[in-house]
């Protein structure tokens, strides 16, 4: 009778410890869920930041280059200031000189018509020593003759230097009137550059004010980046310090399948719907309804459902390391379960976010995505 109620206590106690035994491992198993959760979600929101950083990135560059290509243009425009400037100059001057060598001309042209005037006159000058007497005074037919020739000469002399002078006269005028369009042409061209240069300035202000507030935003940007990285390296922390009493199960990890050993996706950066994304795992094309194996013992820290991943599980191995199985038809296993290698823990399906079916088969160390073909024998 004695010895039956001991073996009853015995019984009893026995229940009790692996109730005691059970309790910490769902507790334990739901605390790194929630924590794995958070981090995941982290991830996620790391993952936008920093798309959303890049984007900032590239629209600060993109302005920027603009900012660069109008230093240029006013470079450019400041150059051909300084060109016009000086042939702006230099045709002032030539003006300057065509205008002395007019007024040159003018007090020539001036001079030889007094000249010519006074001979003129001299020639109709009645009386001794005028032309005309000399002409009307000659003694003979062949005297007259040669003292005509040589009037004539005179004045055919003097009215061609008027002439030549004339030309000469026209000639300068033109170049005035030519120096002069030229220097209308070359002021209009300033004010156009002026103008120009001045368009330049005020955008360039704008766009630099603009690219002020990109670049502010950026920092802000960057920061909460840096604010969510901590808190994931702080979740990263929590999950290593909860799992850190365990060391991995060790070995090399088993096949997660049973029916195939195809690869439909491998691991690392690939483009599905047009979209470049990276691949957290390797796909592994098989019959839908077939084994999906533990890869290794450990705990069961989820198995439930998420948009992504389907029906999922994830197993802690100890050591940091955890595997996933996504996209399943049916869950075989609960959080909090002890599995052992090669347990079946779920069937191979679609769900999720998924084109047909696969298992999506994931390694994670310390909550950083490894290539799985590390870790398994194919
Ligand atoms: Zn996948």
Not at 40 to 62: G, H, L, P, R, Y
Not at 155 to 165: I, K
């Amino acid at each position: 009778m004695k010895q039956k109620l001991f073996k009853r206590i015995i019984c009893l106690f026995m229940a009790l410890c692996v109730c005691a035994a059970a309790v910490p491992s769902r507790a334990f198993a739901s605390q790194l869920d929630k924590a794995q959760s958070n981090l995941d979600q982290k991830n996620q929101e790391i993952k936008n930041q920093q798309s959303q950083v890049n984007e900032t990135k590239n629209q600060s560059s993109a302005l920027q280059a603009e900012i660069n290509s109008m230093e240029r243009q006013i470079y450019s425009k400041n150059v051909e200031l300084n060109r016009l400037n000086k042939e702006i100059n230099k045709t002032k001057e030539e003006i300057t000189e065509v205008l002395a060598q007019i007024e040159v001309k003018e007090a020539e042209i001036a001079e030889q018509n007094s000249a010519l005037s006074a001979r003129l006159r001299a020639m109709y000058k009645n009386g001794s020593g005028g032309l005309l007497t000399v002409l009307f005074g000659s003694s003979s037919m062949s005297s007259f003759m040669t003292n005509m020739d040589m009037v004539q000469r005179i004045y055919s002399a003097d009215a061609d230097m008027l002439a030549g002078m004339q030309a000469q006269y026209d000639e300068l005028e033109g170049s005035r009137k030519r120096l002069q369009a030229l220097k209308e042409t070359l002021l209009t061209q300033q004010a156009n550059a002026e103008a120009k240069r001045v368009q330049l300035e005020t955008d360039i202000v704008g766009l630099s004010e603009k690219k002020r507030e990109v670049d502010k935003s950026l920092a802000e940007q960057q920061d909460q980046l840096k604010q969510l990285k901590a808190e994931a390296d702080a979740l990263t922390a929590t999950i290593r310090k909860l799992q850190g009493d365990k060391s991995y199960a060790g070995g090399t990890m088993l096949w997660p399948s049973a029916a195939s050993r195809y690869i439909s996706s491998p691991f690392g950066n690939r483009v599905l719907f047009g979209v470049k994304e990276f691949h957290t795992g390797i796909d592994i094309a098989a019959a839908a309804g077939t084994n999906i194996l533990a890869a290794n013992s450990g705990t069961v820290i989820k198995a439930g459902y998420n948009n992504s991943y389907g029906y999922m599980i994830m197993i802690d191995h100890g050591g940091g390391i955890v595997t996933l199985y996504a996209h399943s038809s049916k869950l075989l296993v609960s959080t909090g379960d002890v599995v052992a290698r090669g347990q079946v823990i779920a069937l191979i399906g679609s769900t999720g976010r998924s084109t047909g079916p696969h298992l999506h088969f994931e390694v994670r160390v310390n909550g950083a995505y490894q290539n799985p073909l590390n870790y398994v024998s194919r």
